[in-house]
């Protein structure tokens, strides 16, 4: 059952072997479970001997979607690793987490000084908020002419994902003004996918609105239908 199944996972935590411990944490990630978080929370608190491990607790600890994980990748934001590994797994695990209130934390490493993994890792991070996407692009609208070419594919991959319009004026002013023919094909092909989106969408909704007047006008019918047999059968005064 899930429960033996997560209660092996955990006592597997202290294996030697890192790649084996990173293994473990991966499959942790897939609970929705407080005590999983939890124990993910403490150990990332703690470190590990390995950033890969790490920046996996992070990434899992995100997955979780419980209440304990915002405020321990808050705490790890700032650690420095190899490679960033350990902040891109935080990134990572806020994405996973879809709590709005990470976009505020995320931002900050969009910002020319970081590293350019930070920045792609941020970038990433807040295009997956689905759940708030006027948010998310309020916090990528200063980065969106900048000229960082692996900042530009990162967005031109990614933006597409917020599903909203803003994303496709954002996308479209990027195929505009990049200068690389990469980041360009990669923009329109995200244009074009979420043009057809955002098309059918708005057909959907007008649909359901007609559908709705519709149904208004056919209640708005059988009400006077049904005032007017009233009348007819109500027996003569007088």
């Known amino acids: 059952n899930s429960g033996g199944a997560r209660d092996a996972l955990l006592a597997a935590l202290d294996l030697p072997h890192p790649k084996a411990r990173r293994a473990v944490v991966t499959a942790l990630g ?6 999983v978080a939890e124990t993910l929370a403490a150990r990332l608190a703690a470190g590990d ?3 890969l491990v790490e920046g996996e607790l992070a990434h899992s600890l995100g997955r979780t979607r419980q209440p304990a994980a915002l405020g321990a990748l808050r705490a790890a934001i700032d ?8 902040r891109v797994g935080v990134f990572d695990g806020l994405a996973a987490l879809q709590d709005p209130r990470a976009i505020e934390l995320v931002a900050p490493g969009l910002a020319r000084h970081q590293d350019i993994l930070v920045r792609c890792a941020a970038a990433r991070c807040l295009t997956s908020f689905y759940s708030a996407p006027e948010q998310a692009m309020r916090a990528l609208e200063p980065w969106l002419g900048d000229s960082a070419f692996r900042l530009q594919l990162t967005l031109a991959a990614h933006l ?12 479209q002013r990027l195929v ?3 200068a690389n023919g990469r980041v360009r094909r990669r923009g329109r092909e995200a244009v074009r ?14 649909l359901r609105t007609e559908l709705d007047d519709l ?3 056919h209640r ?6 049904d005032r007017h047999l009233q009348r007819s059968a109500a027996p003569d005064e007088g």
Do not use: C
């Open 30 to 35: 897939s609970f929705v479970d407080g005590t």
């Open 49 to 51: 001997a390995s950033y």
């Open 79 to 86: 650690r420095p690793s190899w490679n960033e590994t350990i």
């Open 160 to 171: 597409e994902q917020l599903a909203d319009h803003r994303a496709l004026k954002a996308l």
């Open 176 to 178: 505009a003004h990049t």
């Open 193 to 206: 996918r979420l043009s057809e989106l955002l098309g059918a969408g708005r057909a959907t909704h007008d």
């Open 215 to 217: 149904r208004q006008s």
């Open 220 to 225: 708005d019918l059988r009400d006077r239908m």
